[in-house]
């Protein structure tokens, strides 16, 4: 008989299993899923974590720091690099989302028996009883309190955008589902938001829930539609929110009707009786061109004869800025100039760029006007959008910077070679600091109730490199902003979430003081995030090992 290594739920790790136990192990595992399906219960709640956060949180326990009042600081490194070209800001976002999780969980008494049947590798309990008692009466994060940037802001690297202060254990395990949630979300607004530079004022639809990563498409159309997506394909998000869901329909439906011995025209009269006022048509299943934009504008024209307005066409494969075109062309001489034609099919803010480069170039010489041609576009954007295609992880973090000591704070860092990745120790506050154009100049991260304008000049130092650094006056930079505002105190809100539509013209505001040299598709230009003068020494003590002269943070 063949011995397999496998893993299987409360057997040693990597213990020997014979065919046998295989066999007996998927049956059992078969009428279970029959018999209660999935439990998501258990995936989504105080379990939605890694492993080490849990083990760590018990090493607390057991020296007694697992109450030792800690910050930790959520930020990112760099912004997403797509390969050809790069974002010079990102879109905050997220926050409500992980604020629901974290108020509406805790442990539950069916993860503390999980947990309790957990075995090392030697076959003893991972997990000690009195700790799992501690769980089951503190397990939860009502003793953190949170600071952060509201959703929709426009942030940089290094800039704390989440700060956790309170016991040391639960804000530990808090680590994994905050980086879950506000990263991914940071991503796709971020994508989002770029893309909506490029529509400028013609609707965005996100079409990504079919290609998105599992339940990762809730969220990510969430995200879509605070960057800068008008509404979303799925339909379950859009109704939670608020916004009513966008579609067209499928090229089965022309499939289906050819297959039965009809034809593309059947089809279309078929969706146009069943939506007459909601008629978009996909004109590309079989010939563009020859068949599809023809067979539309017949079901227009029966349409409009009905008394109702057409709404478009669908472009979904090809050459979309010559079909585009040629499609405009050929509904404008149908009379027909003031329907929309829809653009999708693998797009994102490069090869929509390209798209209207196009447009602008060969319109022309068709006799079409591009900039009236582009005002009928709307855009239908899935799989690049919704998985971040190019870089499809923003690498935030979450570092313990600080740690109170005997009623004080002393500030915590983490060494290490690469000077970029030594995060910023101590209770800090991030200031927007203004031109006089009124356009956002840099963030400037100081220590808490720090007084940086003390000679009535502000040093900025660059965050690493000690050769660089910047001196403003007043008139250089006349206003600022202080950016974290508080969330929670000790599990409490204290912070009236805005309404998604406050969300979006806080990012439209955001964006329109940001220099269009930062907003640039392709090398787009260094936005400056600078360190104030103390935060600067107090950083430097820290890596030369002069702990005692760091003082309060």
């Not at 009236?496 to 930062?518: A, F, K, N, W, Y």
Request: net charge neutral; with cysteine; charged share 25%.
């Amino acid at each position: 008989m063949v011995e397999r290594m496998a893993l299987i739920p409360h057997t040693k790790l990597c213990q020997p299993v014979t065919a046998e136990h295989f066999a007996r192990f998927a049956v059992q595992n078969q009428g279970a899923a029959m018999g209660r399906k999935f439990d998501h219960t258990l995936t989504d709640g105080m379990l939605y974590t890694d492993e080490y956060q849990l083990t760590m949180a018990q090493l607390y326990f057991r020296l007694g720091l697992h109450e030792q009042s800690v910050q930790f600081d959520h930020f990112f490194r760099n912004y997403p690099d797509y390969g050809g070209h790069k974002a010079g800001y990102c879109i905050n976002a997220g926050l409500e989302w992980f604020l629901d999780w974290m108020l509406n969980t805790r442990f539950e008494e069916r993860d503390i028996e999980l947990l309790r049947g957990q075995t090392g590798s030697g076959g003893k309990p991972l997990f000690a009883d009195d700790f799992l008692d501690w769980l089951r009466r503190n397990g939860d994060f009502t003793c953190l309190s949170m600071q952060a940037i509201p959703e929709g802001r426009v942030v940089h690297p290094l800039v704390p955008l989440t700060v956790i202060t309170g016991p040391l254990a639960m804000a530990q395990i808090l680590e994994t589902a905050l980086l879950n949630m506000l990263n991914y979300h940071i991503l796709v607004a971020t994508k989002a938001c770029r893309i909506r530079q490029l529509c400028k004022k013609q609707l965005l639809l996100e079409f990504g829930i079919r290609r998105a990563h599992d339940r990762g498409a809730a969220a990510g159309a969430r995200a879509a539609l605070i960057g800068g997506a008008d509404f979303t394909s799925f339909v379950g998000i859009s109704h939670l929110l608020g916004y009513p869901p966008k579609g067209t329909h499928a090229h089965s439906m022309v499939q289906l009707f050819m297959s039965l011995g009809k034809s593309e025209l059947d089809s279309f009269r078929a969706f146009a009786e069943l939506y007459p006022d909601d008629c978009i048509l996909l004109v590309d299943t079989i010939d563009t061109l020859g068949s599809g934009v023809p067979n539309a504008i017949k079901v227009f024209e029966e349409l409009r004869r009905k008394g109702h307005q057409p709404l478009g066409i669908r472009l979904d494969s090809g050459d979309l800025a010559y079909l585009s075109i040629r499609a405009a062309a050929m509904l404008d001489k149908a009379g027909f100039s003031d329907t929309k034609i829809v653009l999708s099919n693998e797009l994102d803010e490069l090869n929509i760029w390209q798209i209207l480069a196009q447009v602008r170039d060969e319109a022309p010489k068709a006799g079409i006007d591009p900039d009236t041609l582009i005002k009928r576009f709307m855009y239908g954007v899935g799989t690049r959008l919704i998985t971040s295609a190019g870089d499809s992880s923003l690498g935030g973090v979450y570092k313990l910077v600080g740690v109170e000591r005997e009623g004080r704070w002393v500030p915590a860092i983490k060494l290490s070679d690469s000077v970029e990745k030594i995060p910023l120790p101590g209770k800090k506050e991030v200031v927007r600091l203004y031109d006089d154009r009124s356009m956002a100049t840099a963030d400037l991260i100081c220590l808490a109730d720090e007084k940086y304008r003390e000679r009535g000049t502000i040093t900025l130092h660059h965050p690493w490199d000690e050769k660089k650094r910047r001196i403003l006056n007043r008139d250089c930079c006349p206003s600022e902003e202080p950016l974290l505002v508080s969330i929670l105190d000790e599990g409490k809100l204290v912070y009236h979430l805005p309404e998604l539509e406050d969300i979006r013209m806080m990012r439209d505001r955001d964006m329109e003081r940001l220099d269009s040299g930062v907003r640039r598709l392709i090398v787009p230009h260094r936005y400056h995030v600078s360190l104030s003068e103390k935060l600067w020494k107090l950083k430097q003590d820290l890596i030369n090992g002069n702990y005692g002269n760091s003082g309060d943070t």
